[in-house]
């Protein structure tokens, strides 16, 4: 007989609310036992193989050349860390598929509580906003992409084709969508910022002034991308293919229990072109391209080192309910300044436009936050892909498979999120970047008679517009 | 039974549903893993039979 049923009986409002908040914690509680079972299991796994080898290895007593031999002959290490990988795949899986339900079950239930929401919002911070909603849909990015795309090819400033771009770029055909998948590396960062930067309509633009594909199959980038003075960093095809782990089987810190099990570190799964941008990256920070040494790190500072002065740096820290009980009873200085920070980010999220801003945001680090985003990857960067201000909804793709965009409301984001970093785009800086080439400027002073320092001044007339002639006719 | 009970147990079947293939999988995976052990376990001890033979002079399998 269980406890609950020896119990003196309860009220009836009593009983209705505990079987309410039991129903309601009922799929998150459910979810993440499982992920528990599933995390216990796949540890049971890696170290109960990795004991039973060091068990045997003790019994059999051999030379450590002989054990390397053996090793050797039948791959184990190889194979166990494909066996590893493919366990932190399928819980990656799980999660993300739990993850979907959870929400779906939120989306639902939020839809039907629009109504409440509206009256807050009325009464609230909604309040402070004068600036009217701009509805940025995909049509009208789509112009903005072909119109700057049109601009340069009519300057001659590209350097890749726009077939090159499709081949390299975009993971479908008819379609600039780019699909990222992060692998065993922890860069989430650096790829959650380049699947943000490929949603803007300056993306294409960009790609194809700054990086070109040589005929022996590297690549040059110029980083910052689209800018004069940019260094162009080379990659060659070597750099873009998976490499040996220098820390496998080495135990980093000395608080980590399981070695670096990561025989191979490999690249973002992507197009070739955003592998490249990666592989830029790091190269530019690092030197090379050492995989191992770009884990962790930050969004916006990949996207700074992508765009330069073309960018501008933004950053908007997330104050949850939690925090905000907690400031509460701090000084009003204080309370002012995360007020402030709040209807800043507030902002940020209601005039969200994908013409100008490129954003990541950043999960929360700790585990104590409400049990359902407990799937939730923590620590982890996500790509903002865009944000309805009307439904008070934000779309989001976690670089383990930007394919699959998952959908936040503005309270399950704050919750769940610790700041958004990013960048918005300076569209004077980028039409500045897109001046004409010094043969079109020659050409447009001979046509205007304006003096120039240039020869073709002096020679007559005839040859003068010949020249113009030739000119423009080769370039536009 | 009403609407919200319906919509968290289908929810609570579904995710059992892909918890069960979950566990299915990782299943075939230790086994994988077991296999692998014990194949690397018989090589090790050929060896070092092959080993023991040599030192004490024995000829043939």
Same mark, same amino acid.
């Not at chain 1, 959650?192 to 943000?196: D, N, P, Q, T």
């Not at chain 1, 498979?401 to 503005?410: A, Y």
């Given at each position: 007989?269980?406890?609950?049923?020896?119990?003196?009986?309860?009220?009836?409002g009593?009983k209705d609310?505990?079987l309410?908040?039991?129903e309601?914690?009922?799929?998150p509680?459910f979810a993440?036992?499982?992920i528990?079972d599933a995390?216990?299991?796949?540890?049971?796994l890696?170290?109960g193989g990795?004991?039973?080898?060091?068990?045997?290895e003790r019994?059999v007593?051999?030379?450590?050349e002989d054990?390397?031999?053996v090793?050797?002959?039948?791959?184990?290490?190889g194979r166990?860390?494909?066996?590893?990988?493919k366990?932190?795949e399928?819980?990656n899986?799980?999660k993300?598929?739990?993850l979907?339900?959870?929400l779906?079950?939120d989306n639902r239930?939020?839809?039907?509580?629009?109504g409440?929401?509206?009256?807050?919002?009325r009464?609230?911070v909604?309040?402070?906003?004068t600036r009217e909603?701009r509805?940025i849909?995909?049509?009208?990015?789509e112009?903005?992409?072909?119109?700057?795309?049109?601009?340069?090819e009519s300057r001659?400033?590209f350097?890749m084709s726009?077939v090159?771009?499709?081949?390299?770029f975009s993971?479908?055909?008819f379609d600039i969508?780019?699909?990222?998948?992060?692998?065993?590396?922890?860069?989430?960062y650096?790829v959650?910022?380049?699947?943000?930067m490929?949603?803007?309509?300056?993306?294409?633009?960009?790609?194809?002034?700054?990086m070109?594909k040589?005929s022996?199959?590297s690549?040059?980038?110029?980083m910052p991308?689209l800018?004069?003075?940019g260094?162009v960093?080379t990659?060659i095809?070597e750099e873009?293919?998976?490499?040996?782990?220098k820390q496998f089987?080495?135990?980093?810190?000395?608080?980590e229990?399981?070695?670096?099990?990561r025989?191979?570190?490999a690249?973002?799964?992507?197009?070739?072109?955003?592998q490249?941008l990666?592989a830029?990256?790091?190269k530019?920070k690092?030197g090379s391209v050492?995989?191992?040494?770009?884990?962790?790190?930050y969004?916006?500072?990949?996207?700074?080192?992508?765009g330069?002065?073309n960018f501008k740096?933004?950053?908007h820290p997330?104050?949850?309910?939690k925090?905000?009980k907690?400031?509460?009873?701090?000084p009003?200085?204080t309370?002012a300044k995360v007020?402030e920070?709040?209807?800043?980010?507030e902002?940020?999220l209601?005039n969200?436009?994908?013409?100008?801003?490129?954003?990541?945001?950043?999960?929360n680090q700790k585990v104590?936050?409400?049990?359902k985003?407990?799937l939730?990857?923590p620590g982890?960067a996500?790509?903002?892909l865009?944000?309805d201000?009307?439904k008070?909804v934000?779309?989001l793709?976690n670089p383990w498979?930007?394919?699959?965009?998952?959908?936040?409301?503005?309270g399950q984001?704050?919750e769940a999120f610790d700041?958004?970093?990013?960048?918005?785009?300076d569209n004077?800086?980028?039409?500045e970047?897109?001046?004409?080439?010094k043969?079109?400027?020659?050409c447009v002073a001979?046509?205007?008679?304006?003096?120039?320092?240039c020869?073709?001044?002096s020679?007559p007339?005839?040859w003068k517009?010949?020249i113009?002639?030739?000119?423009l006719k080769?370039?536009? | 039974m009403?609407?919200?009970?319906t919509?968290s147990?289908d929810?609570i079947a579904?995710?059992?549903?892909?918890?069960k293939?979950?566990?299915?999988?990782?299943e075939l995976?230790?086994l994988e893993?077991?296999e692998l052990? &014990?194949?690397?376990?018989? *090589?090790? !001890?050929?060896? &070092?039979?092959?080993?023991? *033979?040599? !030192?004490?002079g024995?000829k043939g399998k």
């Open positions: 007989m269980s406890l609950e049923s020896v119990r003196p009986s309860e009220s009836a009593e609310l505990s309410e908040r039991r309601e914690e009922d799929a509680e993440t036992e499982k528990q995390e216990k299991k796949i540890d049971e890696i170290v990795q004991m039973q080898i060091d068990s045997i019994s007593n051999l030379p450590a054990l390397a031999t090793r050797e002959e039948i791959g184990l290490l166990l860390e494909t066996i590893g990988d366990t932190s399928l819980l899986g799980l993300e598929k739990f979907g339900l959870l779906k079950k239930e939020a839809s039907t509580k629009t409440d929401t509206k009256q807050l919002n009464g609230g909604m309040e402070s906003f909603k509805e849909g995909n049509p009208v990015i112009e903005a992409r072909e119109r700057w795309n049109q601009l340069m001659g400033l350097q726009k090159d771009f499709g081949t390299y993971s479908h055909e969508r780019t699909d990222l998948k992060q692998q065993n590396i922890g860069d989430c650096l959650a910022a380049i699947h943000a490929s949603q803007s309509p300056q993306f294409e633009m960009m790609v194809r002034d700054s070109k040589l022996d199959g690549w040059e980038v110029k991308l800018n004069k003075d260094k960093v990659i095809p873009i293919l998976p490499q040996q782990n089987l080495r135990r980093g810190k000395a608080a229990v399981m070695p670096d099990l025989r191979k570190l690249p973002v799964k992507a197009k070739e072109g955003l490249v990666e830029a990256f790091i530019q690092f050492d995989r191992l040494a770009a884990e962790g790190g969004g916006e500072e990949a996207l700074m080192a992508f330069g002065d740096e933004v950053h997330i104050f949850s309910e925090h905000l907690m400031v509460a009873s701090a009003e200085k309370q007020n920070k709040k209807v800043e980010l902002n940020f209601r969200f436009n994908p013409n100008v801003d490129i954003a990541t945001a950043n999960s104590s936050f409400t049990k985003f407990k939730f990857v982890h996500y790509s903002i865009g944000v201000s009307a008070e934000i779309t793709a498979n930007t394919s699959r965009p998952i959908k936040f409301t503005f984001f704050m700041d958004v970093t990013g960048v918005r785009i004077a800086k980028l039409l970047k897109a001046e004409a080439p043969k079109i400027q020659l001979l046509l205007l008679g304006r003096k120039t320092d020869f073709i001044w020679l007339k005839f517009g010949a113009v002639w030739i000119v080769r370039t536009l | 009403n609407s919200k009970e919509n147990e929810i579904e995710m059992e549903n892909e918890a293939v979950f566990f299915d999988r990782l995976l230790r893993q077991s052990i &014990k194949k690397y376990r018989e *090589k090790l !001890e050929q060896r &070092k039979l092959s080993q023991m *033979k040599d !030192e004490l024995i």
